[in-house]
């Protein structure tokens, strides 16, 4: 199966995005109440950017990331800093090499989008133990952590280590 990768630019682009997301909404393993989902999900569209993935035979959304330059702690000032807010794809094709496919696209919007990035860090439900074997692989970049607050896990990982992963996935 092809997929098209297609960071948001339209307006029926950005409600295409949010539909799918709120869709799945339940599916997206945040730790949190909707209101504070829906910002989760919605500051990509002011703060940065969404990328949309469709098959490319019924062009049928099947998944979608959002991420934003800068964090709120730092005033959203640390530009150098990409907060990846919500990446998803429909289960039935986790297992398939769209991931890989969707983090070189992702890796690529984020290099376009602000060629200053030296870091890339994401939050996930501490007890998370699903994709503990996906978030292994980040952890053995060099220079990547996870630091546990409350019940959450941050991930942070060089940006020049995750594009280089990526180079090696092709």
């Known amino acids: 199966m092809s997929f098209q990768f297609r960071v948001s630019e339209f307006e029926m682009d950005h409600e295409a995005y949010m539909n799918f997301l709120l869709r799945h909404h339940d599916e997206l393993n945040l730790p ?7 910002s989760f999900i919605s500051s990509p569209l002011l703060l940065g950017k969404a990328m ?3 098959t490319e035979e019924s062009h049928d959304m099947v ?5 934003g330059y800068g964090t709120g702690p730092g005033d959203y000032e ?23 496919q969707g983090l070189r696209a ?4 984020i290099k376009a989008g602000n060629p200053d990035v030296r870091q890339v860090q ?4 501490a007890a998370e133990e699903g994709s503990d074997r ?21 991930y942070t990982v060089p940006f020049h280590e995750l594009e280089a992963y990526c180079n090696r996935l092709r």
């Open 106 to 109: 992702l890796v690529h919007a």
């Open 134 to 154: 996906l978030f292994a692989k980040f952890l053995a970049l060099p220079g990547s952590t996870k630091t546990i607050v409350n019940t959450l896990a941050l």
């Open 52 to 54: 949309l993935i469709f």
């Open 32 to 38: 949190y109440t909707f209101d504070m989902k829906l």
């Open 63 to 67: 998944g979608a990331a959002g991420f």
């Open 78 to 100: 640390d530009q150098h800093i990409c907060q990846i807010e919500v990446a998803f794809i429909e289960k039935e094709l986790r297992s398939t090499t769209l991931f890989a």
């Open 122 to 125: 994401f939050w996930t439900s």
